[in-house]
């Protein structure tokens, strides 16, 4: 039965790792691994952003709050209980590109409302804005921005979709045509990682939901799965809106100019969890069933990547994860790894980017 399932009330249960069928010594190793292997990044981050690290000159500039970050941390969850924590686990810290995770949560809420009836549906039918019309805008779908296949073209909040255009991922990336001319191709049939089309996409869910969405996510998520106050879901000094006569702030997909979700990996933890229960907390079904098949269905053009969740299909991103995990990921470098087959939840903070693979092996090798 659901219910039988263990769920953190206040208190979050810990069981030593021998109960949980893991090896403790071994699992030691894996969390001094992530300890021992601390990103290059500065504690400053509004000195990272504003140096120019993530974007060229002409396209940087901060716009959104920054928060010094803290040292490594993160835990580990089996059967939904602790069998490892390191580092201060209940700081609030940005978390980059995880947002987008977030922001694919809010879009399944909208779905499973009925307030966007088909994924497939024209964006432009729900946001007259200006923003999707003829002759290139007017076919972008919601999957299409959910799969980071939209290839919207405009300006938003000061920034160009040409910002992202030639941008690679991935600890083995050349950047060095980020930014550069491309030509546009039609929606749905290439992928490519951009921000300023994800904020198209949190702005576009802003004007279907009518109200600001971290106040959504608080009342139909946070709150439910027993999340800390803590956490706060920034946009930019640009980003505001009026709708229905408010004015409400539109929140960004990432940091690379600052905002995004400023969370601790305890409250990530427990969103980890809810995705590995299928979207269910308790008794209570938060995404649908059909929203989370949704979003853990491999793009056909980049089966590395669902709805804002990053996959480990084949050729699989993480060769030492089972090929049944999902991701949130964030620059920095920020991990909630969901592995099913195991029934294991991961949070992984300001870790080295080409050293996450090998935290995977090691928290794999413990098991019995």
């Not at 969850?77 to 201060?88: K, N, Q, S, Y």
């Not at 920034?234 to 929140?251: A, P």
Request: proline share 6%.
């Amino acid at each position: 039965m659901v219910n039988a399932l263990y769920y953190p009330g206040e208190e979050w249960e810990r069981i030593e790792p021998e109960a949980a069928g893991l090896d403790p010594e071994r699992l030691g190793t894996a969390v001094s691994y992530a300890v021992d292997h601390e990103t290059p990044w500065a504690r400053d981050l509004a000195k990272v952003i504003s140096s120019n690290h993530l974007e060229p000159p002409e396209y940087g500039g901060v716009l959104g709050p920054t928060r010094e970050r803290g040292g490594p941390n993160g835990l580990i969850i089996r059967g939904g209980r602790i069998v490892a924590e390191w580092g201060d686990t209940s700081r609030a810290d940005m978390t980059f590109s995880v947002s987008k995770s977030f922001l694919s949560i809010c879009a399944g809420l909208a779905f499973d409302r009925g307030l966007i009836r088909d994924v497939h549906d024209p964006v432009g039918k729900y946001c007259n804005d200006g923003g999707f019309s003829p002759p290139h805008n007017h076919k972008i779908a919601w999957h299409h921005f959910l799969q980071q296949t939209s290839e919207w073209e405009g300006t938003l909040w000061g920034k160009p979709d040409r910002i992202d255009r030639n941008r690679q991922v991935g600890a083995e990336a050349d950047n060095a045509q980020k930014g550069t001319h491309r030509d546009l191709q039609a929606p749905g049939t290439y992928w490519e990682y951009n921000d300023v089309r994800v904020n198209r996409l949190s702005l576009s869910l802003l004007q279907v939901w009518r109200r600001p969405l971290p106040g959504v996510l608080e009342e139909s998520v946070m709150h439910p799965i027993g999340a800390s106050g803590g956490w706060v879901w920034h946009g930019y000094r640009n980003s505001f809106v009026t709708i229905d006569g408010r004015q409400m702030q539109s929140v960004s997909g990432g940091a690379h100019w600052g905002g995004g979700m400023f969370i601790s990996s305890r409250d990530q933890a427990r969103f980890g969890l809810m995705m590995l229960r299928g979207g269910r907390w308790r008794d209570r079904q938060i995404l649908s069933e059909d929203w989370i098949a949704r979003t853990l269905d491999p793009c056909d053009i980049n089966p590395s990547y669902g709805y804002l969740f990053w996959l480990n299909r084949r050729p699989k991103r993480y060769p030492n994860a089972p090929e049944s995990s999902f991701f949130a990921l964030g620059a920095g470098y920020n991990v909630i790894w969901v592995d099913p087959d195991h029934d294991l939840v991961a949070v992984v903070r300001w870790i080295a980017q080409n050293r996450i693979d090998g935290f995977f092996q090691h928290v794999l090798a413990a098991l019995h």
